[in-house]
C-alpha cells in the first residue's frame, strides 16, 4: 500500500488527462455520459467492448470522437451479412512478377479497431475476429502476425430482434469486458443534440493523447492496489451466479443456466482499477466494483426458461446479486 501513496501524484495526472479527454469528447457528444465513461474505462483497462442499440443513437459518432483525440491508427469496418473472413484480416494474392503469393493486410492491422453492426456478419466472420481479439493475433494461410499494441476492438449491436442480424455466440460475448446498452436521450439532450449536429463543421477536435500518453495511463492501472477483502468480494459476486442459494439467495437458483465465468472475475477488477484511478484513488473500494458489475456481468449470464417466463432480465439478477452480497 506505500508504494501506491508514492504514485498518488501521478494518478491524480493521469486522471485529470482523462477528463481532459471527457471534455474534448463533450464537444460533439451531448448525452450518453454513461457510454463514454465505460468508453474509458474500456479503453485504458486494454480490453473489448460491446455497445448494442438502436440505429441513430451517436453510437458510431461517439467512438468515432473518441478516435479523434486519440494519435492511434484507426480502422472501421463495417458488418455485413455477405462480408468474409478475408474482407477482415486479409488475404494471399499471386504476385505475377515474383511469380510468389504476396500477404495483403486489411482493417484488422490497426490499433483501433470499430467493428459497426457486428452482430450482421455471419459466424466465419465471427471467428477470425475472435482469434485476434483473443489472442491478439491473425493467421492469414499458414502465417501467423502479431497485432500492434494496443490492439483494441469497440463493437456495435443492433438488437437481436432486429431483421437481418445473427446472435453472437456466447464465447465471443465472454471476451468483451463491458457491454453498454444506449438509451434515446431525453427531451433537453435531444434538443441539445440537434444544435451541435448544425454546428459540427465548425467544432474541431484536439489530439489529447499520444500512444505515450496512453501506454503511461495503462501501466498505472495495473498498479492500482486490491485489497483481499476486494478479491474475496468480487469471488463472491462471480460464484454467486453459479451457486446463489449459497448466498441465501433463492430466487436465483433456477433462473441461471450458464454462469459467469473468471474471465468476468478479471474484467471487474481490472474495469474497478480504472474506476478508481479516473477517482483519483490509487486503490479499488466496494464501490468501484458495484458501479461497473452490471456492465461487466450481464452479458455473461445466460438465462433459464423459468427466468425469461418470469421477465427477469440480467440486469435485475446482477443487481439482485450486489445487494445480497455482503462486503467483506
Given at each position: 500500500?506505500?508504494?501506491?501513496?508514492?504514485?498518488?501524484?501521478?494518478?491524480?495526472?493521469?486522471?485529470?488527462?482523462?477528463?481532459?479527454?471527457?471534455?474534448?469528447?463533450?464537444?460533439?457528444?451531448?448525452?450518453?455520459?454513461?457510454?463514454?465513461?465505460?468508453?474509458?474505462?474500456?479503453?485504458?483497462?486494454?480490453?473489448?467492448?460491446?455497445?448494442?442499440?438502436?440505429?441513430?443513437?451517436?453510437k458510431?459518432?461517439?467512438?468515432?470522437?473518441?478516435?479523434?483525440t486519440?494519435d492511434?491508427w484507426?480502422?472501421?469496418?463495417?458488418?455485413?451479412?455477405?462480408?468474409?473472413?478475408?474482407?477482415?484480416?486479409?488475404t494471399?494474392?499471386?504476385?505475377?512478377?515474383?511469380?510468389?503469393?504476396?500477404?495483403?493486410k486489411?482493417?484488422?492491422?490497426?490499433?483501433?479497431i470499430?467493428?459497426?453492426?457486428?452482430?450482421?456478419?455471419p459466424?466465419?466472420?465471427?471467428?477470425?475476429?475472435?482469434?485476434a481479439?483473443?489472442?491478439?493475433?491473425?493467421?492469414?494461410?499458414?502465417?501467423?502476425?502479431?497485432?500492434?499494441?494496443?490492439?483494441?476492438?469497440?463493437?456495435t449491436?443492433n438488437?437481436?430482434?432486429?431483421t437481418?442480424?445473427?446472435?453472437?455466440?456466447e464465447?465471443?460475448?465472454?471476451?468483451?469486458?463491458?457491454?453498454?446498452?444506449?438509451?434515446y436521450?431525453s427531451?433537453?439532450?435531444e434538443?441539445?443534440?440537434?444544435?451541435?449536429i448544425?454546428?459540427?463543421?465548425?467544432?474541431n477536435?484536439?489530439?489529447?493523447?499520444?500512444?505515450?500518453?496512453?501506454?503511461?495511463?495503462?501501466?498505472?492501472?495495473?498498479?492500482?492496489?486490491?485489497?483481499?477483502?476486494?478479491?474475496?468480494?468480487?469471488?463472491?459476486?462471480?460464484?454467486?451466479?453459479?451457486?446463489p442459494?449459497?448466498?441465501?439467495?433463492?430466487?436465483?437458483?433456477?433462473?441461471?443456466?450458464?454462469?459467469?465465468?473468471?474471465?468476468?472475475?478479471?474484467?471487474?477488477?481490472?474495469?474497478?482499477?480504472?474506476v478508481?484511478?479516473?477517482?483519483?484513488?490509487?486503490?479499488v473500494?466496494?464501490?468501484?466494483?458495484?458501479?461497473?458489475?452490471?456492465?461487466?456481468?450481464?452479458?455473461?449470464?445466460?438465462?433459464?426458461?423459468e427466468?425469461?417466463?418470469?421477465e427477469?432480465?440480467?440486469?435485475?439478477?446482477?443487481?439482485?446479486?450486489?445487494?445480497?452480497?455482503?462486503?467483506?
Amino acid at each position: 500500500m506505500t508504494k501506491n501513496l508514492d504514485i498518488q501524484n501521478d494518478i491524480i495526472n493521469a486522471s485529470n488527462k482523462i477528463k481532459e479527454l471527457k471534455n474534448e469528447i463533450a464537444k460533439k457528444i451531448v448525452w450518453q455520459s454513461e457510454m463514454i465513461d465505460s468508453l474509458l474505462i474500456w479503453f485504458f483497462a486494454q480490453w473489448h467492448i460491446l455497445v448494442e442499440g438502436v440505429p441513430w443513437l451517436a453510437k458510431t459518432l461517439t467512438i468515432d470522437t473518441l478516435s479523434k483525440t486519440l494519435d492511434l491508427w484507426f480502422s472501421r469496418i463495417q458488418f455485413t451479412p455477405d462480408l468474409l473472413p478475408s474482407d477482415l484480416i486479409g488475404t494471399e494474392i499471386y504476385n505475377s512478377k515474383t511469380m510468389d503469393f504476396d500477404i495483403k493486410k486489411w482493417p484488422i492491422f490497426n490499433n483501433f479497431i470499430l467493428a459497426d453492426e457486428i452482430n450482421r456478419a455471419p459466424s466465419k466472420v465471427q471467428s477470425a475476429l475472435l482469434e485476434a481479439m483473443s489472442e491478439k493475433q491473425v493467421t492469414i494461410w499458414k502465417d501467423s502476425f502479431i497485432l500492434d499494441k494496443p490492439f483494441i476492438v469497440l463493437a456495435t449491436q443492433n438488437p437481436i430482434e432486429q431483421t437481418g442480424t445473427y446472435k453472437l455466440p456466447e464465447a465471443q460475448l465472454d471476451r468483451f469486458m463491458l457491454k453498454v446498452n444506449v438509451d434515446y436521450p431525453s427531451y433537453d439532450e435531444e434538443k441539445e443534440m440537434y444544435k451541435k449536429i448544425l454546428w459540427s463543421d465548425n467544432e474541431n477536435l484536439n489530439k489529447i493523447m499520444d500512444k505515450k500518453d496512453i501506454f503511461l495511463i495503462q501501466d498505472l492501472v495495473k498498479k492500482v492496489f486490491i485489497s483481499e477483502s476486494i478479491y474475496d468480494y468480487v469471488t463472491n459476486i462471480i460464484d454467486a451466479t453459479r451457486n446463489p442459494s449459497k448466498y441465501n439467495i433463492w430466487e436465483l437458483e433456477t433462473y441461471i443456466s450458464y454462469w459467469a465465468s473468471p474471465r468476468a472475475w478479471l474484467s471487474l477488477l481490472n474495469a474497478s482499477r480504472v474506476v478508481a484511478l479516473m477517482n483519483e484513488r490509487s486503490f479499488v473500494i466496494p464501490e468501484d466494483i458495484k458501479k461497473i458489475a452490471i456492465l461487466v456481468l450481464s452479458h455473461r449470464i445466460v438465462l433459464s426458461y423459468e427466468a425469461m417466463a418470469s421477465e427477469k432480465t440480467e440486469k435485475e439478477i446482477i443487481k439482485n446479486i450486489i445487494e445480497k452480497i455482503n462486503i467483506v
